[in-house]
C-alpha cells in the first residue's frame, strides 16, 4: 500500500492540462509550435485516456512505451536524457518506440503556424534552447508535407530489427535537422534505410503495406493511452502500475520514474575510458548528449570534442545552430 501510495503522488505528468477546451486548442495549438517551457509538441486535439489502458512488460522489468515522431523537435531535444537512461539502465528497461503522426497534412493554421516557411524561426529557436543542432531552414528550402511517411517507414524499419530501426530514426533525424533533407520524400527514407543496414527490397514492401497497418495501430493505441504530444513517455512495471512523464525533461525525471516502479534497479555509471569511449557505443554525439551522459558541463563537453577534431579524431558536421561529432 505504500508503494502504492507513493506511485500515485510521482505522476510525472507534465504541460498543459488534458482539459483544455477544444476551441482553445483549434486557436492556439499547432503541433509543430512546441513549447519549451513544457518541453512539448501539443497536438490540437486532446485524448482522454480509455479506462483500463494496459501495458505488458515483456522481456525487462520496466516497460516504456515512448511515443514519438521523427519530425518533433522536442523529442530531438531529449535524446541526450534518453541516450544516458539506456547506458545506465538499459538491463532493466525495454522502449517501445510508437509513432505519433505530428503532422498528417498543412490543415493546421493556428499559434501563427499557417505554412511551412513559419516553422523555420521556432526550429531555430528550439536548437538553441535545447542545445541541440537544428537548422529551421529545411522549412524553407525543402519543406515537408507531413511526418506520415516517415511514421510509417519507422513501423518498417522495426518489422526487420527493433534495433536497426532505432538507428534509421537517429539517421533520419540527423539527415532533417543537420542536413535539411526533406525524410517525407521516399529517397531520403531509402538512403537512411540504407545507412541503418537495412534490407531495402523489404524495407519498401513492408512500408507500401504492413507498416501503415503498424502505423494505424499506433496512433490507436494512442488515443487509449490519452497521448497529448510528444515526447510522452508511459512507464509501467509488471503489475501494470505507471507513470508518465510528459514533455522534455531533465534526467532526473526519466531516471525516478524509472526508480520508483523497480526500486532495485542498480545504476551501471559509463566509465569512459578515454575521450573517445563514447563513440564506440554512440556513432555521433552533439556536444549536448556529451554533457548529459558523462555528468559535465555542456562548454567542457564543447572544448573536448573540439579539441579531438582539432587532433583529426573526430570528424565534425557544423549548422549554424551547432554541431554534430562522429569518430572517423
Known amino acids: 500500500m505504500k508503494r502504492l501510495s507513493l506511485l500515485l503522488m510521482m505522476i510525472y505528468s507534465f504541460g498543459c492540462q488534458s482539459q483544455i477546451s477544444s476551441n482553445m486548442n483549434e486557436n492556439k495549438t499547432n503541433p509543430l509550435l512546441c513549447?519549451?517551457?513544457?518541453?512539448?509538441?501539443?497536438?490540437?486535439?486532446?485524448?482522454?485516456?480509455?479506462?483500463?489502458?494496459?501495458?505488458?512488460?515483456?522481456?525487462?522489468?520496466?516497460?516504456?512505451?515512448?511515443?514519438?515522431?521523427?519530425?518533433c523537435s522536442s523529442c530531438w531535444g531529449i535524446e541526450p536524457q534518453l541516450r544516458k537512461l539506456k547506458l545506465e539502465y538499459g538491463d532493466y528497461i525495454e522502449i517501445d518506440y510508437r509513432m505519433g503522426g505530428l503532422l498528417p497534412d498543412w490543415s493546421y493554421n493556428s499559434g501563427g503556424i499557417s505554412k511551412p516557411s513559419d516553422v523555420a524561426h521556432h526550429w531555430d529557436e528550439a536548437s538553441l534552447h535545447y542545445e541541440m543542432p537544428i537548422?529551421?531552414?529545411?522549412?524553407?528550402?525543402?519543406?515537408?508535407?507531413?511526418?506520415?511517411?516517415?511514421?510509417?517507414?519507422?513501423?518498417?524499419?522495426?518489422?526487420?530489427?527493433?534495433?536497426?530501426?532505432?538507428?534509421?530514426?537517429?539517421?533520419?533525424?540527423?539527415?532533417?535537422?543537420?542536413?535539411?533533407?526533406?525524410?517525407?520524400?521516399?529517397?531520403?527514407?531509402?538512403?537512411?534505410?540504407?545507412?541503418?543496414?537495412?534490407?531495402?527490397?523489404?524495407?519498401?514492401?513492408?512500408?507500401?503495406?504492413?507498416?501503415?497497418?503498424?502505423?494505424?495501430?499506433?496512433?490507436?493505441?494512442?488515443?487509449?493511452?490519452?497521448?497529448?504530444?510528444?515526447?510522452?513517455?508511459?512507464?509501467?512495471?509488471?503489475?501494470?502500475?505507471?507513470?508518465?512523464?510528459?514533455?522534455s525533461k531533465p534526467y532526473a525525471s526519466y531516471e525516478n520514474a524509472l526508480l520508483a516502479l523497480y526500486p532495485d534497479a542498480k545504476k551501471k555509471q559509463f566509465i569512459a575510458e578515454n575521450a573517445l569511449s563514447l563513440f564506440e557505443v554512440y556513432p555521433t554525439l552533439a556536444p549536448k548528449?556529451?554533457?548529459?551522459?558523462?555528468?559535465?558541463?555542456?562548454?567542457?563537453?564543447?572544448?573536448?570534442?573540439e579539441t579531438l577534431f582539432e587532433k583529426g579524431e573526430l570528424n565534425k558536421k557544423s549548422i549554424k545552430n551547432g554541431s554534430l561529432y562522429s569518430r572517423k
Open 289 to 305: 548528449e556529451y554533457a548529459v551522459i558523462l555528468d559535465i558541463s555542456y562548454s567542457e563537453a564543447s572544448l573536448i570534442l
Open 135 to 247: 537548422d529551421g531552414n529545411v522549412w524553407i528550402e525543402d519543406p515537408l508535407d507531413s511526418s506520415y511517411p516517415s511514421c510509417i517507414a519507422m513501423k518498417a524499419a522495426q518489422i526487420q530489427s527493433k534495433e536497426k530501426a532505432v538507428k534509421f530514426m537517429r539517421i533520419l533525424r540527423e539527415h532533417l535537422y543537420l542536413d535539411k533533407k526533406n525524410i517525407a520524400k521516399w529517397e531520403n527514407i531509402a538512403k537512411a534505410a540504407q545507412l541503418a543496414g537495412l534490407d531495402i527490397q523489404t524495407f519498401k514492401t513492408d512500408y507500401d503495406g504492413k507498416a501503415k497497418i503498424l502505423f494505424q495501430e499506433d496512433l490507436n493505441y494512442a488515443k487509449k493511452l490519452g497521448v497529448r504530444g510528444f515526447p510522452t513517455l508511459f512507464f509501467a512495471d509488471g503489475d501494470n502500475n505507471q507513470l508518465t512523464v510528459y514533455g
Open 35 to 71: 513549447d519549451p517551457k513544457t518541453g512539448t509538441c501539443e497536438m490540437p486535439i486532446n485524448e482522454k485516456p480509455t479506462e483500463n489502458a494496459s501495458i505488458a512488460t515483456e522481456n525487462k522489468p520496466v516497460k516504456i512505451v515512448y511515443y514519438t515522431d521523427p519530425i
